[in-house]
């Protein structure tokens, strides 16, 4: 079956940066697109980054543009979000979700998400 | 970007008993590809989100059938035919016509 699993989160200071990972299993990773959403604590879903299956293409939030990278390594099932000048708005849980198809419609499923806190 | 608005923000339901949550979005969900863009999830207590319905009527995998969705363009409902005590949780509505993705606010559904 499909899994997600995502890791690389934890505490980190305003400025700092931080690399998340999410390692795919029980689906061919190459032939779909993979997105990251987040969740601040106690609030609703926002949507951060797509990438299409084959990386050619990635789009992100406004709110995260020429701060977050997203990227993705095909031969080791891995996608990953790159995380810089972190802000303290952007604490949140931060989920990979999988994209119904190459490029990007919606998300079919989601992992147990990792937790990344910008604090002083 | 694309608004969606979701009603009500809770519901309290006794077991058995309906339960419905709008969706209305500020543009029209509907591609040019004759489909609409219009998805519901369930987050459960202390759980990542799960897929419910997708293109606003069709139920994912495993996706009991007291849910359904309904709607067009820019007005969408999600009903439950029968409440049980596993479907409490949030409910989010999101449009995925356009990026960015939105999302409604969310739902919280309670058992009474």
């Known amino acids: 079956q499909v899994r997600l699993v995502e890791s690389g989160g934890g505490v980190v200071q305003p400025g700092r940066s931080l690399r998340l990972s999410c390692a795919a299993s029980?689906?061919?990773?190459?032939?779909?697109?993979m997105h990251w959403v987040r969740q601040a604590p106690g609030k609703g879903l926002e949507w951060v980054a797509i990438?299409?299956?084959?990386?050619?293409?990635?789009y992100y939030a406004d709110s995260v543009q020429g701060r977050f990278t997203i990227s993705r390594d095909n031969s080791k099932n891995t996608l990953y979000l790159e995380l810089n000048s972190l802000r303290p708005e952007d604490t949140a849980i931060y989920y990979c979700?999988?994209?119904?198809?190459?490029?990007?419609?919606?998300?079919?499923?989601w992992g147990q998400g990792t937790l990344v806190t910008v604090s002083s | 970007d694309i608004v969606v608005t979701q009603t009500p923000i809770s519901l309290s339901v006794t077991p058995g008993q309906p339960a419905s949550i709008s969706c209305k979005s500020t543009?029209?969900?509907?591609?040019?590809?004759?489909?609409?863009?219009l998805y519901w999830y369930l987050q459960k207590p202390g759980q990542s989100p799960q897929l419910l319905i997708y293109?606003?009527?069709s139920r994912f995998s495993g996706v009991p059938d007291r849910f359904s969705g309904s709607g067009s363009e820019t007005d969408f409902t999600l009903k439950i035919s029968r409440v049980e005590a596993e479907d409490v949780g949030i409910y989010y509505c999101?449009?995925?016509?356009?990026?960015?993705?939105?999302f409604g606010q969310g739902t919280k559904l309670e058992i009474k």
């Open positions: 999101m449009q995925g016509i356009y990026l960015p993705y939105t």
């Open positions: 543009q029209s969900l509907l591609n040019s590809d004759g489909k609409t863009y």
């Open positions: 979700a999988k994209d119904r198809y190459r490029t990007s419609r919606y998300f079919d499923y």
């Open positions: 029980g689906f061919t990773f190459s032939s779909h697109g």
């Open positions: 293109e606003v009527s």
């Open positions: 990438i299409w299956n084959d990386g050619t293409n990635k």
